[in-house]
C-alpha cells in the first residue's frame, strides 16, 4: 500500500508543479520580466491602441539596445516618424529626440485613480487627455 501512494505521488508532483508551482509568464509592459516588455511591444506593433505610445516611448530610454530598437520600430510603423531618434546613439545623441518624443507621448497617458487616490500608468499627468482623444502626428 505505501509503494502505491509514493508512486501515485510521484506521478502527481509533475502536475501540481505545472499548475501552480511555476511562474505564469504574460506578455505586459508593465512585467518584471524584460522578456515579456519585449513581448508586449512586439504584441503592439499589430494593434492600434494609443495607451501604447508612453510605454514604447518609455522603452526608448531603455539600457537594453535591442529593447529600444524594437521600440522606435513600432513607434515609427504606427506614426511614420522616428522623430530623429537612433536606438544606437550613444546616450547624449539620444536625449534630444527622446525629450521630444516624451512631450508627445504626454497626450495618451491616462489618468487613472487607484483605491488610494494615486495616479497609475506611466507619468500619469493629470492635465494630459485620454489617449483616445488624439491620434499621432507624421512628422519627421
Not at 35 to 40: G, N, T
Amino acid at each position: 500500500m505505501r509503494e502505491v501512494k509514493v508512486r501515485l505521488a510521484l506521478i502527481l508532483v509533475p502536475f501540481v508543479l505545472v499548475a501552480g508551482g511555476c511562474p505564469t509568464y504574460r506578455p505586459s509592459f508593465d512585467s518584471d520580466d524584460p522578456q515579456m516588455r519585449l513581448a508586449e511591444a512586439v504584441r503592439s506593433a499589430s494593434r492600434n491602441d494609443p495607451a501604447d505610445y508612453p510605454h514604447l516611448v518609455e522603452m526608448l530610454d531603455d539600457a537594453d539596445i535591442d529593447a529600444r530598437m524594437l521600440a522606435i520600430e513600432v513607434l515609427e510603423r504606427r506614426t511614420g516618424t522616428t522623430r530623429g531618434f537612433e536606438y544606437d546613439a550613444p546616450p547624449e545623441r539620444r536625449e534630444g529626440p527622446l525629450k521630444e518624443w516624451q512631450a508627445w507621448a504626454l497626450q495618451f497617458v491616462r489618468v487613472e485613480k487607484s483605491s488610494e487616490g494615486r495616479s497609475a500608468g506611466p507619468a500619469a499627468s493629470s492635465s494630459a487627455p485620454s489617449a483616445t482623444t488624439k491620434q499621432p502626428e507624421a512628422t519627421r
